[in-house]
C-alpha cells in the first residue's frame, strides 16, 4: 500500500517515512503543496498524510485540488495548528484525521491504522485478502487484526503480510528473497537480521508459546514455514 507523505519540515517528514516504511508502506513524499500534487497525480496513493502550513500552496488547498479530483481518498491532516476551527475547517474538507504536532510514534500509528482499514474495507486497488486460519489464529487482514479464542491483537501492514504468505504457501519453505521482495520492495537491501528480528517480534504476538512457534517454523539456511 502506498502513502503520500507531504510535510516541509525534513525532520518531521523523515521521521514519518521512517515510522510507514517499518509499518510496511510504499512510502513517497513532497516538501511543499505544488509538489504534493504532482505526487498525488503521478503516484496514485492509497491515502495521504498532509501538513498544512507549507510553502507553495497550504494543505487545504491542497485538499481542496485532490477532493475536486478524488472525492475518496483517505486523508490525514497533519499540523502544528492546535485551534478547535482549524480542526473543524480540515474535517469540512474531507479529511478523515487530524493529527497535531508534536506527536507520538503511538499515536500516528494508531491512526494510519485506521484509515488503512477504511482502504482495505473498501476493496478495490488494495485487493484486500479474506479472513483465513492458521490453526487455531483467526487472522482478518481487512482489519489489520488476528484472534484467538476471545483475544485479539492488532498487526501492521507488513505482519499480517507475512502470515498471509506463509499460508498461502503452506507446507513449502519460504525464502528469505520472497519476504523482501514481497513485503519490502525490490529495492530494498535484504538484511537478514532485518527479517529474523520482524519474525521474532510477530512470534511473541500470535504464537501460544514464541519459544516454541507452531505457526512460523525456522527452516535453518532456508527461511520460514508454515505447517498447516
Known amino acids: 500500500m502506498k502513502v503520500l507523505v507531504a510535510e516541509d519540515d525534513r525532520h518531521i517528514r523523515e521521521g514519518l517515512v521512517a515510522?510507514?516504511?517499518?509499518?510496511?508502506?510504499?512510502?513517497?513524499?513532497?516538501a511543499d503543496g505544488p509538489e504534493a500534487l504532482a505526487r498525488f497525480r503521478?503516484?496514485?496513493?492509497?491515502?495521504?498524510?498532509?501538513?498544512i502550513m507549507m510553502?507553495?500552496?497550504?494543505?487545504?488547498?491542497?485538499?481542496?485540488r485532490l477532493r475536486a479530483e478524488n472525492a475518496e481518498l483517505p486523508l490525514i491532516f497533519i499540523s502544528a495548528k492546535s485551534e478547535e476551527i482549524d480542526r473543524v475547517l480540515g474535517l469540512e474538507l474531507g479529511a478523515d484525521d487530524f493529527i497535531?504536532?508534536?506527536?507520538?510514534?503511538?499515536?500516528?500509528?494508531?491512526?494510519?491504522?485506521?484509515?488503512?482499514?477504511?482502504?482495505?474495507r473498501a476493496g478495490g486497488r488494495t485487493n484486500a485478502a479474506p479472513p483465513f486460519t492458521m490453526r487455531d489464529l483467526?487472522?482478518?487482514?481487512?482489519?489489520?487484526?488476528?484472534?484467538?479464542?476471545?483475544?485479539t491483537v492488532d498487526l501492521s501492514l507488513r505482519e499480517?503480510?507475512?502470515?498471509?504468505?506463509?499460508?498461502e504457501n503452506v507446507g513449502r519453505v519460504v525464502d528469505r528473497d520472497t519476504?523482501?521482495?514481497?513485503?519490502?520492495?525490490?529495492?530494498?537491501?535484504?538484511?537478514?537480521?532485518?527479517?529474523?528480528?520482524?519474525?521474532?517480534?510477530l512470534r511473541k504476538r500470535v504464537e501460544v508459546n514464541p519459544n516454541e512457534p507452531r505457526l512460523i517454523r525456522?527452516?535453518?539456511?532456508?527461511?520460514?514455514?508454515?505447517?498447516?
Not at 42 to 51: C, G, K, M, V
Not at 138 to 147: N, W, Y
Not at 220 to 227: I, L, M, P, V
Open 19 to 30: 515510522i510507514l516504511s517499518t509499518e510496511g508502506y510504499e512510502v513517497v513524499v513532497a
Open 42 to 51: 503521478s503516484e496514485a496513493p492509497h491515502f495521504i498524510l498532509l501538513d
Open 55 to 64: 510553502p507553495g500552496m497550504n494543505g487545504y488547498d491542497v485538499c481542496r
Open 100 to 120: 497535531v504536532k508534536p506527536f507520538g510514534v503511538k499515536e500516528v500509528v494508531a491512526r494510519i491504522r485506521a484509515v488503512t482499514r477504511r482502504c482495505l
Open 138 to 151: 483467526q487472522v482478518f487482514p481487512a482489519e489489520l487484526r488476528v484472534r484467538r479464542g476471545a483475544t
Open 160 to 167: 499480517i503480510g507475512i502470515l498471509r504468505l506463509l499460508y
Open 179 to 201: 519476504f523482501f521482495n514481497r513485503l519490502w520492495g525490490l529495492d530494498h537491501v535484504p538484511n537478514s537480521r532485518t527479517l529474523d528480528q520482524q519474525i521474532a517480534k
Open 218 to 228: 525456522t527452516v535453518h539456511g532456508s527461511g520460514y514455514r508454515f505447517d498447516g
